[in-house]
């Protein structure tokens, strides 16, 4: 049975490595459109490509039990594979795998291609002791049918389609498939949450993201500052070839470049990552005295599969180098600033980890995600099982042999998103002004306090795209191989 796998690394994100792969599983199949409802003999045949995948590539394949149930329902089947994670009785077990019916709505999300409004958001408890929840604006998709309707960073949403958002129905409000959505308002008045009589109504649609969200030069305290707000690391929209949105990354460092630009801020807050390709792209921009000989990171595969993939193809399978580009800016950097949150994760920390041999790193924000470790998006590319899965494959670490972050990195710098949101690169968003101020030692004006958000998090929109963290791993030449 042939299968396409889409190697990732580290965490919520990596760049796109496409193995076609000849698998020792030569039994041909009738076609299984399997679901969770489906026959004992299609949850078989599912549970069994799943088995075989999984025992092969798996970062803990030697954990995997000796004798699982293969009549589970295919979901539960990979479930029941995995090591997963515990505090006490499995520290280092898996918190990333997943698995999903549709391959192909799982690699146009990898792309950036998603049914959506255009909002992403971060949801949190109303008040402490309540049940009932807010989503907090984060930013509006450009072009999207929310930017469309007039949604705008800050705006806080209370309630869907009449119902008052709770701990017990948001998931279902806002995740549930539905198109049509008639958001009703809250707001700030006096240190409280005001319900209004303001409703915005936007029906979701098929919507290819921009990563690329938007740049900035500040000339501050006789610095020239470069900020970047980068969502997520794609090279190009789904089913392109091509490498369009990383095109944009090196345009902006070429402006930086012809700018003079000596400080950097790179805001990664709301970056869940994405392919390696693009993390290596972005690295090679900034890093200082950087080029193809020296390496960004390296992986860790499982002890099985490591001594075939180094017979194949030698030590160089596990490196991802810098790569050569003439709008690096790395020779005018001391340092770089990155902003970050608990939606900063994977190909997110991999810049942060990567780039640390080679220069300071400074964090400000928030305890990024924690994932270092990288997956891979495995098909059966004779088409005859529509699932994809998504199993944690490797560990990486940077040219230093790190790779101790699996709980996030803590900020050297702490600043909470404040409730009353500033619009991005907007000098005194509490972010931006707290590294311009790390910059040139002053902070600059700020047209009103911000209003503390003291609040619990339930979690955000972006981190449940595609798993919430994923790292996919690049490679130019598509290979081959029988195991």
């Not at 049914?115 to 009932?132: H, I, K, M, P």
């Amino acid at each position: 049975m042939k299968n396409t796998l889409r190697l990732k690394t580290a965490g919520w994100g990596m760049a796109l490595l496409s193995i076609w792969l000849l698998s020792s599983c030569n039994k041909q199949t009738d076609l299984v459109t399997p679901t969770a409802t489906g026959t004992t003999s299609d949850n078989q045949t599912v549970d069994n490509w799943i088995l075989e995948n999984m025992r092969e590539y798996y970062y803990w394949n030697d954990k995997i039990p000796a004798t699982p149930d293969l009549t589970l329902a295919p979901s539960d089947f990979f479930e029941s594979l995995l090591y997963s994670f515990d505090a006490t009785l499995r520290p280092d077990g898996d918190r990333f795998s997943w698995i999903e019916e549709n391959a192909d709505d799982l690699s146009a999300s990898l792309s950036g291609e998603s049914t959506t409004t255009g909002v992403e958001f971060t949801l949190y408890l109303r008040s402490q002791g309540s049940t009932n929840v807010i989503a907090q604006v984060l930013y509006v998709l450009p072009n999207s049918p929310a930017a469309a309707a007039g949604f705008k960073r800050g705006d806080i949403i209370s309630k869907v389609n009449g119902q008052t958002l709770t701990t017990s129905n948001y998931a279902s409000l806002l995740y549930s498939g539905g198109t049509s959505f008639a958001f009703g308002l809250a707001e700030v008045q006096n240190s409280a949450l005001v319900d209004t009589d303001k409703s915005i109504s936007v029906t979701a649609t098929t919507f290819q993201a921009n990563p690329v969200f938007m740049d900035s030069v500040y000339n501050v305290g006789g610095k020239t500052v470069g900020y970047l707000v980068y969502n997520q690391f794609v090279p190009a929209p789904n089913n392109s070839t091509g490498s369009e949105y990383d095109d944009q990354i090196d345009a902006i460092f070429s402006n930086f470049k012809a700018k003079g630009v000596n400080e950097l801020v790179l805001d990664l807050r709301y970056n869940p990552g994405g392919y390696t390709s693009s993390s290596a792209n972005l690295a090679s921009l900034i890093g200082k005295n950087v080029d193809q000989t020296k390496v960004y990171f390296r992986e860790e595969w499982n002890t099985s599969l490591t001594p075939y993939l180094k017979q194949q193809y030698g030590d160089e399978f596990f490196l991802q180098r810098f790569v050569n580009k003439s709008q690096n800016i790395g020779s005018n950097l001391q340092r770089v600033f990155v902003l970050t949150t608990e939606g900063t994760a994977s190909a997110s920390e991999l810049i942060i980890n990567g780039l640390r041999p080679y220069m300071t790193v400074t964090t400000i924000g928030t305890t990024t995600y924690g994932k270092n470790v990288g997956s891979i998006t495995i098909v059966d590319d004779s088409g005859k099982i529509k699932w994809g899965m998504q199993p944690i494959v490797f560990k990486s670490f940077n040219s230093l042999g790190q790779s101790d972050y699996s709980s996030g990195f803590t900020p050297n710098v702490e600043v909470q998103e404040p409730i009353n949101l500033l619009p991005l690169g907007d000098v005194n968003e509490a972010l931006l002004n707290e590294a311009l101020f790390q910059i040139v030692g002053s902070r600059t004006a700020r047209r009103a306090a911000a209003e503390p958000n003291h609040l619990t998090s339930l979690g955000s929109s972006f981190q449940r795209k595609a798993g919430g963290g994923r790292m996919i791993k690049n490679m130019l030449n598509v290979k081959t191989f029988k195991l």
